[in-house]
């Protein structure tokens, strides 16, 4: 792989569908990266970083276009350098997370990418009869139990919210 988009690998840096390597090219550090979807579903994660990246937030540019290898999806994006908080879970890390999530939704309300393909609405999910079956094959009876518990919950719950006029 690394000689179809001329790099060098400098390390593996995990991921759990996609993967993703720390590269050099031509002495810049990018990131590698090899896909799990397929082109239309890496072509809507990549718009909506973009459109993430515009309105302020460290999201790695991408460099190269949808590259297909072999049957599989790579593309180059920007290093953006970083480390951890120094106290990882401390009330102080948890309470910056938050902050930064809730600023991240405030920011991101404004976005409309559309609906992802093959995703679902919850009601659309929560309404799918075949969920009880596939809950009904569970061989743990508390499991199941549990489950179909938690089910007609999300359900009474979710009734009468207006998904229709949500923009996901």
Not at 25 to 46: N, P, S, T
Not at 54 to 82: C, K
Request: net charge neutral; hydrophobic share 40%; with cysteine.
């Amino acid at each position: 792989m690394s000689n179809a988009l001329d790099v060098h690998v400098v390390s593996f840096l995990g991921g759990r569908l996609n993967k993703h390597w720390l590269v050099d090219v031509c002495g810049q550090k990018l990131v590698l990266r090899r896909w799990a979807a397929d082109r239309e579903d890496a072509g809507y994660e990549r718009d909506l970083r973009q459109a993430i990246r515009a309105s302020g937030w460290p999201v790695a540019r991408d460099v190269t276009a949808l590259t297909e290898v072999v049957g599989e999806l790579w593309s180059l994006a920007e290093f953006l350098p970083g480390e951890p908080h120094p106290e990882k879970n401390s009330a102080a890390e948890l309470s910056l997370r938050g902050r930064l999530m809730a600023e991240f939704h405030q920011v991101t309300a404004s976005l409309n990418p559309g609906r992802r393909k093959h995703w679902r609405l919850p009601d659309e999910i929560l309404s799918d009869d075949r969920l009880e079956q596939v809950f009904e094959h569970c061989p743990d009876v508390r499991l199941r139990r549990l489950l179909l518990w938690h089910l007609q919950r999300g359900r009474q719950l979710a009734a009468g919210l207006p998904w229709s006029e949500l923009s996901l």
